[in-house]
């Protein structure tokens, strides 16, 4: 029959959704794509880093000074969605996305949506000031009082040590420069997008992936519906005495399409929150 062939679109549909959403969920959390580099120096991951300009594909932990050729941000090279070249040994480096980034509260405790800075500090970041180069907008947000805050011994571009409260934030990688003060100019049209549906900056990997499941999940639901309703009608008109049965049918099919409507909304918001 074909409510028969219904049912069997429709599961295949909620698979190829479910495949996804562990696809995702397993990359969301640091949903960026990394490059392999290589250093002079040891690198922490969640540093701040700079091009090297004496040698190719080299960088360096990212200050003020070299704030101008900043890069992206230092991961692991199992934290990264897409990691480019991957080699041990090397420096597997952030430049669009997600990711975490060792800030300190040297300008002032940081809000989801400020920019993040470079610093007088290698490496670590801050909340922006006016003309600053910035590597991201903040997702969450850091205070000496935040969860895992430390206070560390930490050297600045003169070579003098202090204390500094450190910590991480998640930021959606925006490289450029304050100039305004305010992080919504510098979006592009999928961030600002982003951020007038979940209030906050989203990072356009997160934005993409919402939308292609948003794409495949209404897919399966056109699918289910037309095909479950439209196959209950000829099946009842062909035998009417098999209409009961039918129609318990057609209730598990209805009942699949609000399973998979959930379960995509719950990916989506995952992913932009």
């Given at each position: 029959?074909?409510?028969?062939?219904?049912?069997?679109?429709?599961?295949?549909?909620?698979?190829?959704l479910?495949?996804l959403?562990?696809?995702?969920?397993a990359?969301?959390s640091?949903?960026?794509?990394?490059?392999?580099?290589?250093s002079?120096?040891?690198?922490?991951?969640?540093?701040?880093?700079?091009?090297?300009?004496?040698?190719?594909?080299?960088?360096?932990p990212?200050?003020?000074?070299?704030?101008?050729?900043?890069l992206?941000?230092?991961?692991?090279?199992?934290?990264?969605?897409?990691?480019v070249d991957?080699?041990?040994?090397?420096?597997?480096?952030?430049?669009?996305?997600?990711?975490?980034?060792?800030?300190?509260?040297?300008?002032?405790?940081?809000?989801?949506?400020?920019?993040i800075?470079v610093?007088?500090?290698s490496?670590?970041?801050?909340?922006?000031?006016?003309?600053?180069?910035?590597?991201?907008l903040a997702q969450?947000?850091?205070?000496?009082?935040?969860?895992?805050a430390?206070?560390?011994?930490?050297?600045?571009?003169?070579?003098?040590?202090?204390?500094?409260h450190i910590?991480y934030?998640?930021v959606?990688?925006?490289?450029?420069?304050?100039?305004t003060?305010t992080?919504?100019?510098q979006?592009?049209?999928?961030?600002?997008l982003g951020?007038?549906?979940?209030?906050?900056p989203?990072?356009?990997?997160?934005?993409?992936l919402?939308?292609?499941?948003?794409?495949?999940?209404l897919?399966?639901?056109?699918?289910?519906?037309?095909?479950?309703?439209y196959?209950s009608i000829i099946?009842v008109?062909r035998?009417?005495?098999?209409?009961h049965?039918?129609?318990?049918?057609?209730?598990?099919?209805?009942?699949m399409v609000?399973?998979t409507?959930?379960?995509?909304t719950?990916?989506?918001?995952?992913?932009?929150?």
């Amino acid at each position: 029959m074909r409510i028969t062939s219904a049912v069997k679109v429709g599961l295949t549909g909620f698979a190829a959704l479910v495949v996804l959403m562990s696809l995702t969920t397993a990359g969301a959390s640091s949903a960026n794509i990394s490059r392999s580099y290589h250093s002079t120096v040891s690198i922490t991951n969640g540093s701040i880093l700079s091009l090297d300009p004496s040698k190719t594909d080299y960088v360096l932990p990212a200050n003020t000074d070299n704030g101008s050729r900043l890069l992206g941000i230092a991961v692991g090279a199992t934290d990264s969605l897409l990691a480019v070249d991957a080699t041990e040994g090397a420096v597997q480096v952030a430049t669009s996305g997600t990711a975490t980034v060792l800030v300190s509260g040297l300008n002032g405790p940081i809000k989801a949506g400020d920019q993040i800075a470079v610093s007088p500090f290698s490496g670590v970041g801050m909340k922006a000031l006016p003309g600053s180069h910035y590597i991201g907008l903040a997702q969450t947000a850091f205070s000496d009082k935040s969860q895992g805050a430390t206070t560390q011994n930490v050297v600045g571009k003169d070579g003098k040590t202090s204390q500094l409260h450190i910590g991480y934030v998640k930021v959606s990688i925006v490289i450029g420069v304050n100039n305004t003060g305010t992080g919504n100019q510098q979006l592009n049209t999928l961030q600002r997008l982003g951020k007038s549906i979940s209030g906050h900056p989203v990072s356009n990997v997160r934005i993409i992936l919402s939308m292609l499941v948003a794409g495949i999940a209404l897919l399966v639901l056109i699918t289910l519906i037309y095909a479950s309703i439209y196959g209950s009608i000829i099946s009842v008109g062909r035998n009417p005495l098999a209409k009961h049965a039918i129609f318990r049918t057609l209730g598990s099919v209805l009942g699949m399409v609000i399973l998979t409507a959930i379960t995509a909304t719950a990916l989506i918001v995952f992913l932009l929150r």
